[in-house]
C-alpha cells in the first residue's frame, strides 16, 4: 500500500509543477469547459436526470414495466428494471446510473443485478450524439442517427451475452414507500442538481487535465513515436492526440477527431461514445458508491462496448453509406469559449451547490418540519 501511496503522492506533485508551468493553458482548458457545460452539458442532461430521479422516487416503474416484460424475459433482468434501459438510451451517460443506484439503496435491485445493469446502461443520449457530435461537429445529423444506433446495438450486445443462466421468476419490487408527487418532485430536482454538479466539475478537471498535457506537447510526441512505428495514416500524430483527449473527455475527444475528419474520426467518435471517456467513469463511480454496487465489471465494460460500437457502426456504413470529407473544419466542432454567457454558466453551477446544501424535506416529513437532510435520500 506504500508504493501506492507514494506513486499517487508523486503524480499530484508532478500535476502541480505541471500545472505551474502552463498555468494559462489550465486557465483556458477550464474556460472551454465551462462553455461545453452551458452550451451542451446543462441543456442536454438536466432535464433527463430529473425524470430519471422522478421515475424512481414516484414510484412510477412498475407502472412503465408492465408493457416491457418481453423485454425483460429475454435480458433476463425484473421487469421494473427494464425502464432504466430506456432513460439509458434517452438520458445520457448518468441518468440511468443514477437511478440504478437509487433502486438499489431502496431495495429494488439486488447488487449483483444493478452491476451488469451498469455494464451496458451507461450509454450517450440523443442530444449529445445526434445534435451536438453529428449536427455540430460533422455537420450532416445522419452521422450522429448512425452513432446513435451503433452505440445502442453494442449496449445490447453486452446485455444479451452477460445474461444469467436463470430467468428472473418474478418482479422485484421496491420496498420504498409511495411519496407525494410534491415530494418527489422536490427529490428529483434536488438529486438532478447535484448530479449536474457533479459531471460539470469532473468535465471541468478533465479539460484543464487534457489542455495541460496538450500543452506540454505530451500527446505531439506521443503521436509522433506511434507514427514512427506505425506509419499508416497521413494525420497518424493528429489522430492520437484527437484519441489521448478522448481517452479523458469524450466531447473534447470528439470535437478533435471531427476536427481531423475522415473515416478514422468517425470510428474515433463512435469509440469515444461507448467507451465514455475517464472523465464519465468518474462520474459514474461517484454516483453509485454510496450504493454499494461492484464497479469492476462495468470498468471492464467500457473499453468492450467502444470496439463494438465502432464495429457496429462499420456495420451500418454497409446499409446506410454516407460521405465523409477528408478533412473537416476544426472551427465548426469546437465550442467558442463563452458563446454563452460565462457568468450565467458559473452562477448555474453555483445555483446547484446551493440547492445541494440548502435544508430539505425528507420524504416522510411534514412539509412543515424541514431538516437538514442526513440520510441517503439526496444524492
Avoid at 430529473?50 to 429475454?74: E, H, Q
Avoid at 446506410?320 to 473537416?328: G, M, N, Q, T
Amino acid at each position: 500500500m506504500r508504493w501506492k501511496r507514494g506513486l499517487g503522492a508523486l503524480g499530484i506533485l508532478a500535476g502541480g509543477i505541471l500545472l505551474l508551468w502552463q498555468q494559462q493553458a489550465a486557465v483556458e482548458g477550464v474556460r472551454a469547459g465551462l462553455s461545453l457545460c452551458g452550451t451542451v452539458v446543462i441543456p442536454s442532461l438536466f432535464p433527463f436526470l430529473a425524470l430519471a430521479s422522478l421515475l424512481v422516487r414516484g414510484g412510477f416503474l412498475p407502472l412503465l414495466a408492465r408493457p416491457l416484460r418481453p423485454l425483460a424475459r429475454l435480458l433476463r433482468l425484473p421487469a421494473q428494471a427494464v425502464p432504466l434501459l430506456l432513460l439509458s438510451a434517452v438520458g445520457g451517460y448518468p441518468a440511468a446510473a443514477g437511478a440504478i443506484a437509487r433502486m438499489t439503496e431502496e431495495g429494488g435491485l439486488d447488487r449483483d443485478t444493478a452491476a451488469r445493469m451498469l455494464c451496458f446502461s451507461v450509454n450517450a443520449g440523443p442530444a449529445f450524439l445526434i445534435g451536438s457530435i453529428g449536427g455540430g461537429m460533422f455537420g450532416d445529423a445522419r452521422i450522429g442517427w448512425l452513432l446513435y444506433a451503433a452505440c445502442l446495438l453494442a449496449a445490447l450486445c453486452i446485455a444479451l451475452f452477460s445474461r444469467p443462466r436463470r430467468a428472473f421468476s418474478s418482479m422485484i419490487r421496491s420496498s420504498a414507500l409511495p411519496v407525494p408527487f410534491s415530494h418527489a418532485l422536490v427529490g428529483a430536482v434536488a438529486d438532478a442538481a447535484s448530479g449536474i454538479l457533479s459531471i460539470c466539475a469532473y468535465l471541468l478537471l478533465f479539460s484543464a487535465l487534457s489542455a495541460l498535457l496538450q500543452a506540454a506537447g505530451l500527446f505531439e510526441r506521443l503521436g509522433g513515436l506511434l507514427a514512427s512505428l506505425l506509419p499508416t495514416h497521413p494525420d497518424a500524430v493528429g489522430l492520437f492526440a484527437a484519441l489521448s483527449t478522448g481517452l479523458l473527455e469524450v466531447t473534447g475527444g470528439c470535437a478533435a477527431a471531427a476536427g481531423r475528419g475522415g473515416m478514422a474520426a468517425l470510428l474515433l467518435c463512435a469509440f469515444f461514445c461507448g467507451f465514455g471517456g475517464f472523465s464519465v467513469q468518474c462520474q459514474i463511480l461517484a454516483a453509485v458508491s454510496k450504493a454499494g454496487i461492484p464497479t469492476l465489471p462495468f470498468l471492464f465494460s467500457r473499453p468492450l462496448q467502444g470496439a463494438l460500437s465502432c464495429g457496429m457502426l462499420l456495420l451500418l456504413l454497409q446499409f446506410f453509406p454516407i460521405e465523409l470529407p477528408v478533412f473537416a473544419s476544426a472551427a465548426a466542432p469546437l465550442p467558442v469559449p463563452f458563446s454563452v454567457s460565462a457568468p450565467a454558466s458559473i452562477a448555474m453551477l453555483m445555483l446547484g451547490a446551493v440547492c445541494l446544501l440548502s435544508p430539505r424535506c425528507r420524504a416522510g416529513d411534514r412539509p412543515v418540519s424541514c431538516r437538514p437532510d442526513s440520510g441517503k435520500g439526496g444524492r
